[in-house]
């Protein structure tokens, strides 16, 4: 099993009381399983996904990751996981506005040390980025960036990518098409990916659904 | 509708005291420097204002010989009994407890009421002043300098520092002199008068003497504060750009909302304006209480050195102006508006529902670089038209700011492109990312490097000039102080018994007579030598011909120092008119470092000659085997020479040095400060960063970075800037020592100074600027490292 | 004449302090000085020139003048010697000059001060001249002299010659100033008659007239309470002359004395209560009231002459100012003089 979520709970100081956001969730993922994750905006999508990168802690319950817990190692350790075996894709690209979109494709990779398996050419022209390597995030669209934000996640060969809303900033026919280029590009590399999105649609393409409401995952 | 407004505005500095306490510190600090230095300038102004006044008859033209010499008493009878209203002036100086003063005799009957003596002394004092043992006026500081005349002199509070006023009598008693140094000449004149070529061929009209005169002389030292003044106002206002531009960027979703309610943008930037108003007011009310006790602490150094290098004179106490401290307060305004202008631009045309995006902010001052490269080469233009057509200490100037302008201006693009080299040198992608941010976050540091810039390329050049001027000055102290006693002799009539005592205990007994006299035009003193070979052995010539010593053996031809030289353009051989009316050639230039006046050396025979009445109390003992307290001992008590008499020549070094440091302990100080603003600059400039960073760096550590590594990536770029930044300033601030030592100082001095370099210096100005660096970083950088994950996180989970 | 005796004071006080003041001052610092002695009788020429162990002197011409149409003019002449300390020398002395003319246009004034001892000002008795700057009195004897001063505005050039003796002020010489003694040596030549050149803002004027020479030195001057005094000379009919002066006290009343002096030149005293000297008429003048229209009355000699002032904006604006000017005389003698007033 590649990852093994286990009972977590994850509370946020509300006005007045606690606002529990994640509620005794569990969920596990196979190596190349593809899995969304619905929910209404607001539900705890972010945090259950950040918790699993090890951006954010837990208030309660174990995330084993190839079977180390990620809840217990420290910061280096978090780091070095999510530099080697998880990559994000976020809503807002988070591309690294100071690198071109070569050098944002190969970052990650190069993190991990893995610059030297990355077929740049083949990536960019299956992301339809072959004639925009030049330029930078700041001069493409939003659809463009997020093609360089997947290649960036799928270029380091993670186990595990995580998908936060990817098309959340994209309009209809342009998410879509970022959706089968993620998912089409997760089943090549035979990553796990877990996508977080509102849209039923989409998740309609996932080999699993996990719904999560009021703290409560329901698949 | 404003009162709500400005509440919600104004909260945000009730959240961020820290904030605010930069944004004041830096108000504060460009307006104290500012106004301190302005503060120093006024006062010295004023005292050089009321100096020539006094001595300069206030405008009016004076009659003066065009030899130089005295004017007789008969002439003056002559040309007033022929209807000429002249006033006769006796002009010199006395020596004083530190230093020489200058003492001007007049007349009373006739002085022109439209003098600045006239103003300054009531004409009840006038029978007092006249006859024997007339009253002598001085300030009250000048007149405690003056202990062996304190029966006769009378404090007068609004005299001019540094000048004793006394009747022409008394002036002409305490000078030892006949006749008249000068005489005004009334600006009104009767119906019939004789030309005065018939009356008086050898005299001359000289046009007003002004405050110019000595400001010219002191106008170095002044432009030389001023810089300062700019140069730390400029980095006190990068520290306020940097604050004023963060609360605006922080304040953007506030002013989104207010927008969404109904609020005009015109309105924002009024409550903006307002709030602005207000911060520029308390900062730079502030800044003038520092600046003010700035001013004052450094004004007796100030003082002083005007005193000891330019005999110019200036209260040790500060009178300000009314004028100042509205100057004070306006350029805190001015300054605040310059440093918010482009913030509040970006307001007003701001579409209501726009993002805040930090990150545009500093992006969008990069386009500025092209502009300031484009600044920088009018600057260079400038600085190079100003030392090709144009001449003298302000063109000099000209070349100085431009070509520091231009330096700073560049630094962006220079820094630019050294990143870029580096990064195309650098391999792994952590390397290639730093290089890659790094350029990135130039704009937004820009400011505070440019302002580190000139701290330093500043500190380098004036250190140089400073530590060059010591070299050369004690080195050539040390060859001309040849003689190990200075003995005054009390009466002339002692000599013979003096020298006959002398005969076999010294190696030499070389008089220093001298007489006080105008040279071309200008105050000079004339000493004689004598036939003694120890002057050719030490006596340093810039220039001379292949037999000048034994010309001035034989009782031919006079040396003239550098500065009489440069300003009157004599070279050897050249003809030197002297005071009475004769001419010599001139056999040799020598350097005279420190000296405001023109000298000339004669042969000790042509002085006595010509000059009757030189001096000849001073005397210099060259002693064998350096026994000179051996020698001491025996000229107190077997001669019977009072011991204040005697001074040797460790005690005239050490006065000599002890001038030399003061003149530049200001200048320290400055730059000291300057340096320190520099670094706040910095500080204030990286945190403002450091807080619009977070969406720049959350993803790099989702990708795997730890926020450690982050941190000391950070702190680590601020080290490199500094240094890269300092490694452009040294050869800034080379070429700023070699325009002040082989331009501005010849131009204001009069000397000119051979370059010496300090590279132990710079080591020490490089770590002091590392360190400032590595201070400003670390606290952004810890920060950083210790930000919980969470604010992190928050960045992908929230819309920014 | 008198009210002179102030002027020398400018050396010793402001012109911003009261006159009052300046008398206070001047009373007790005779001291080293000579004092005149009613024994001491005029020797000529030496006495022309000057008497520094006194402590003031001067040497005062006044002229009535008339250009070729009748237009009146007046000149004034004068040096003040004033001693800084007693002993003489010429390097403790100090000169003033004043000179004035009195024109239809205006009143234009000069004013000279100079130190002794280094030929700037002085006097010397024969031949006689007497100088301050370029202003000079000349000739070969004080009986026939040329004057000259000028400013930036106006210059004369007079030639004065007289036709009658020098003339004895007071008893022999010794003329009085107070109830209480204090007293001048004081004689006169009023018979100058004038011809000469003023140089005037409008132009050249050649004038004709008489002139009238006062020559004073003593060391005290007025006593503590007097405040100021009134001065005439007056060129009567037939070559008569009349001079006359009132020393005003604190009290309002007024030391009068006088000389009548006949046409061959001898003097006689009017003396105290039997001279009248009444102010008729006041002018606003340099922001005072002065008055410009006098009664002079000697009922013995059958005088009752009424003086007004030619010019009355006459005035002196000198560091210590008066009025000085020409007055025009009519009543039981018609003619004309100079009157002098001060401490107003």
């Known amino acids: ?219 | 509708m404003t009162g709500p407004v400005l509440a919600a505005l104004l909260s945000h500095w009730r959240r961020r005291p820290f904030q605010l306490a930069t944004l004041l510190l830096g108000l504060s600090l460009a307006t104290a420097l500012w106004s301190g230095v302005q503060a120093i300038n006024a006062e010295a102004r004023k005292s050089y204002a009321e100096a020539a006044g006094i001595l300069g008859g206030g405008g009016l033209s004076e009659l003066v010989r065009t030899d130089g010499g005295m004017i007789p008493v008969k002439t003056f009878a002559t040309l007033r009994r022929a209807g000429w209203l002249v006033s006769p002036l006796v002009d010199g100086w006395l020596s004083a407890d530190g230093g020489r003063v200058r003492i001007l005799g007049m007349d009373p009957f006739t002085v022109p009421q439209d003098t600045s003596i006239a103003a300054t002394v009531e004409p009840s004092l006038y029978p007092e002043l006249v006859g024997k043992n007339g009253v002598l006026l001085a300030s009250p500081a000048t007149a405690a300098r003056l202990p062996d005349l304190e029966d006769r002199l009378r404090a007068i509070e609004d005299l001019a520092p540094n000048i004793v006023l006394a009747d022409i009598t008394s002036a002409q008693e305490l000078l030892d002199i006949a006749g008249f140094s000068r005489m005004f000449l009334a600006p009104v004149q009767p119906l019939l008068r004789p030309d005065l070529a018939s009356l008086a061929p050898e005299l001359a009209i000289k046009p007003p003497a002004t405050a110019n005169d000595l400001g010219r002389l002191t106008d170095s030292f002044h432009l030389n504060l001023t810089a300062f003044g700019l140069l730390s106002f400029a980095v006190g206002l990068a520290i306020v750009h940097g604050s004023v531009g963060l609360a605006f960027e922080q304040r953007r979703p506030v002013l989104r909302t207010l927008r969404a309610l109904g609020v005009s943008a015109r309105r924002i930037v009024l409550c903006l304006v307002f709030e602005l108003l207000t911060l520029a007011l308390v900062g730079g009310a502030l800044g003038i209480i520092v600046g003010y006790v700035m001013a004052a602490a450094l004004l007796p150094d100030v003082a002083a050195t005007l005193r000891g290098l330019y005999g110019a004179t200036v209260n040790n106490a500060l009178t300000l102006s009314p004028l100042w401290w509205l100057g004070g307060v306006g350029i805190a305004c001015i300054g605040t508006a310059a440093a918010a202008a482009n913030g509040l631009w970006r307001i007003a045309r701001m579409p209501p529902l726009s993002p805040a995006r930090p990150r545009a902010w500093i992006m969008a001052s990069g386009h500025a670089m092209r502009w300031q490269a484009a600044g920088a080469a009018v600057c260079l233009a400038a600085a190079i038209c100003a030392v090709t057509f144009g001449g003298g200490l302000v063109s000099g100037f000209v070349l100085v700011g431009g070509f520091l302008a231009a330096a700073a201006l560049f630094l962006p693009t220079v820094l630019s492109s050294l990143i870029a080299v580096a990064a195309r040198w650098s391999s792994g992608p952590i390397g290639q990312w730093f290089w890659a941010d790094t350029r990135q976050q130039l704009p937004g540091l820009s400011l505070a490097l440019m302002a580190l810039l000139l701290a330093l390329a500043a500190n380098v050049g004036v250190g140089t000039m400073v530590a060059s001027f010591r070299a050369t000055f004690s080195g050539w102290l040390d060859q001309r102080l040849v003689s190990d006693l200075y003995v005054t002799v009390e009466d002339e009539a002692d000599i013979p018994a003096f020298m006959a005592f002398l005969e076999d205990k010294s190696d030499a007994v070389l008089p220093i007579w001298h007489v006080d006299a105008e040279v071309m035009g200008a105050p000079a003193e004339i000493y004689g030598v004598v036939d003694h070979p120890v002057y050719a052995a030490n006596w340093p010539l810039l220039s001379a011909l292949p037999d000048t010593w034994n010309r001035i053996a034989a009782g031919r031809g006079a040396l003239v120092n550098e500065q009489l030289a440069r300003r009157e353009g004599l070279s050897l051989e050249d003809r030197l008119p002297l005071p009475g009316g004769w001419t010599t050639a001139v056999v040799g230039i020598y350097s005279d470092y420190g000296n405001p006046l023109g000298q000339v050396v004669l042969p000790i025979e042509t002085l006595t000659r010509h000059y009757p009445d030189v001096d000849r109390s001073d005397f210099g003992i060259v002693v064998p085997e350096q026994n000179s307290e051996a020698l001491m001992a025996a000229l107190t008590e077997e001669f019977g020479l009072p011991a204040d008499r005697i001074t040797d020549q460790g005690a005239v070094k050490e006065f000599s040095q002890s001038i030399f440091e003061r003149t530049f302990a200001v200048t320290g100080a400055l730059n000291v400060l300057t340096l320190a603003v520099a670094g706040v600059a910095i500080l204030t400039n990286l945190l403002t960063l450091a807080s619009m960073r977070l969406p720049q760096l959350a993803p790099v550590w989702a990708l795997g970075l730890t926020r450690t590594t982050l941190g000391r990536l950070e702190f680590t770029r601020a080290l490199v800037l500094a240094a890269l930044t300092f490694t452009l300033a040294l050869p800034v601030g080379l070429v700023l020592a070699w325009m002040l030592l082989a331009i501005i100082n010849v131009e204001a001095f009069g000397w000119r100074l051979p370059m010496h370099l300090f590279p132990l210096d710079w080591a020490r100005l490089g770590a002091l600027s590392l360190g400032a660096a590595g201070l400003a970083g670390i606290w952004p950088a810890y920060r950083l490292a210790r930000r919980p994950p969470a604010d992190l996180a928050r960045v992908f989970s929230h819309e920014r | 004449m008198n009210a002179k005796a102030l002027l020398p004071l400018l050396l010793c006080i402001t012109h911003s302090l009261a006159m009052a003041q300046g008398f206070a001052e001047l009373g007790q610092t005779s001291e080293g000085y000579a004092l005149p002695d009613p024994a001491t009788r005029f020797t000529f020429p030496d006495d022309h020139g000057p008497h520094p162990e006194f402590r003031i002197e001067w040497w005062y011409v006044t002229a009535n003048l008339k250009d070729a149409d009748g237009t009146d003019y007046g000149i004034q002449w004068t040096l003040f010697r004033n001693a800084l300390s007693p002993g003489g020398k010429p390097e403790d002395q100090a000169w003033m000059g004043h000179a004035a003319v009195s024109a239809p246009t205006g009143h234009l004034v000069a004013e000279r001060l100079a130190r002794g001892g280094i030929g700037q000002a002085g006097v010397t008795a024969s031949p006689f001249e007497a100088f301050i700057d370029e202003w000079r009195m000349a000739g070969p004897d004080l009986a026939t002299v040329s004057i000259a001063a000028q400013s930036h505005e106006f210059r004369y050039d007079l030639d004065l010659s007289s036709n009658g003796p020098f003339v004895p002020q007071g008893e022999d010489g010794y003329s009085v100033k107070s109830f209480v003694g204090q007293a001048s040596h004081y004689y006169s030549q009023p018979f100058y008659s004038v011809t000469g050149t003023l140089t005037l803002p409008g132009g050249e004027v050649h004038v004709t007239g008489q002139a009238w020479l006062d020559r004073e030195w003593y060391s005290q001057a007025l006593v503590q309470d007097q405040t100021g005094w009134d001065w005439i000379s007056l060129h009567l009919p037939n070559g008569e002359k009349l001079m006359g002066y009132r020393l005003r006290d604190r009290t309002g009343g007024a030391y009068v004395f006088g000389t009548w002096i006949a046409a061959d030149g001898s003097p006689e005293p009017l003396r105290v209560g039997s001279l009248e000297m009444t102010p008729i008429e006041w002018a606003e003048v340099a922001g005072r009231q002065l008055p410009v229209a006098w009664d002079i009355a000697h009922e013995a000699r059958g005088i009752a002459i009424r003086a007004e002032a030619i010019y009355p904006q006459s005035w002196m604006g000198t560091l210590i100012p008066y009025w000085e000017g020409p007055v025009r005389a009519s009543g039981s003698h018609s003619g004309e003089g100079y009157l002098e007033l001060t401490g107003y």
């Open chain 1, 1 to 219: 099993m590649l990852l093994d979520v286990h009972g977590l709970r994850k509370a946020f100081p509300g006005s007045e009381r606690q606002i529990t956001v994640l509620d005794g969730v569990s969920l596990s993922l196979d190596a190349g399983d593809v899995v969304a994750l619905t929910g209404e905006s607001g539900s705890g999508k972010s945090t259950l996904l950040h918790i699993i990168a090890g951006l954010e802690p837990t208030d309660d319950g174990s995330v084993l990751f190839d079977g180390e817990d990620i809840c217990l190692m420290d910061d280096g350790g978090r780091a070095a996981l999510r530099r080697n075996s998880i990559s994000i894709v976020f809503q807002q690209f988070n591309l690294i506005p100071s690198l071109n979109v070569r050098q944002n494709l190969v970052f990650h990779a190069r993190l991990a040390g893995r610059a030297a398996s990355v077929d740049l050419p083949a990536l960019a022209t299956s992301l339809g980025l072959a004639d925009h390597l030049e330029k930078f995030p700041e001069d493409l669209s939003g659809g463009e960036q997020q093609r360089v934000a997947i290649g960036r996640a799928v270029a380091s060969e993670p186990k595990l990518v995580l998908a936060d809303e990817p098309t959340g900033n994209l309009d209809e026919d342009t998410g879509q098409a970022v959706y089968d280029l993620l998912l089409a590009l997760a089943r090549r590399t035979g990553a796990a990916l877990l996508i977080a999105t509102h849209s039923m649609r989409l998740a309609g393409a996932a080999d699993r659904r996990m719904h999560l409401s009021h703290g409560k995952l329901t698949e």
